[in-house]
């Protein structure tokens, strides 16, 4: 009898208590703090002693799930590194405001086959508690959080993509990061395209098969030939 074949999400992660972090580690319900974009700093204030009471400095906050972008060497080498976390969001038809079950299934689509350059989708993992639902991880909203915060913090076991997987997104990042290209005035105006628009024209522009051109044929040879 043929072995069972192991759910998928099983090649995507493993789960301990880890005492260290990896790009690709999954942070769940972390509370992380960023500065407001009206923040004013009144550098007589912070040259206070700490002993002084005075104005402090107003933080936004929220608590969810993290993923861990900072490339491993870098944490390894600076035990104070400030730490990069991109949000993770659950795949839902409202996190993903599609309007109806069957563009909702499109975008998961648009997103599995890596279409939605900001946006990297993550499998489920079934197997931990609480489970881990499909996700995504949206680059636009990045925190840098300190690292030894982070390992007091964060929850375990705690998932940590396996290889290869975890070098795919680490590719990801590294070409979020290093996007470059002209100004958008410069470029030729775009017409917004939908889901089902985007996989149709991904779909009609790959090879469906060797062209005549391409073909062969591959002939028995004639008892001529044969030696």
Request: include cysteine.
């Amino acid at each position: 009898m043929p072995d069972a074949i192991p759910p998928f999400w099983t090649y995507w992660y493993e789960q301990g208590d880890y005492k260290n972090l990896r790009q690709g580690d999954i942070l769940r319900g972390v509370t992380v703090l960023w500065f407001p974009q009206n923040l004013s700093i009144d550098e007589e204030v912070l040259a206070k002693p700490a002993s002084e009471e005075g104005p402090g400095i107003e933080v936004e906050w929220t608590k969810g799930d993290w993923i861990v972008c900072t490339a491993s060497c870098d944490m390894d080498n600076n035990r104070n590194a400030q730490v990069l976390l991109g949000r993770i969001i659950e795949v839902t038809q409202a996190n993903l405001k599609t309007p109806n079950q069957d563009e909702f299934k499109q975008m998961v689509e648009v997103l599995k086959r890596g279409l939605y350059p900001s946006r990297f989708l993550l499998a489920e993992f079934e197997d931990s508690n609480p489970r881990f639902p499909r996700s995504v991880v949206d680059f636009r909203f990045q925190v840098q959080m300190p690292i030894q915060y982070l390992l007091r913090v964060a929850p375990s076991p705690r998932l940590r993509m396996k290889s290869p997987l975890r070098e795919q997104f680490g590719n990801w990042v590294g070409a979020c990061i290093s996007r470059v290209g002209p100004e958008n005035v410069t470029l030729i105006p775009k017409e917004k395209l939908f889901p089902p628009q985007t996989l149709r024209a991904v779909d009609a522009d790959a090879p469906s098969g060797p062209t005549s051109e391409q073909r062969i044929v591959i002939r028995r040879p004639s008892a001529e030939t044969q030696g």
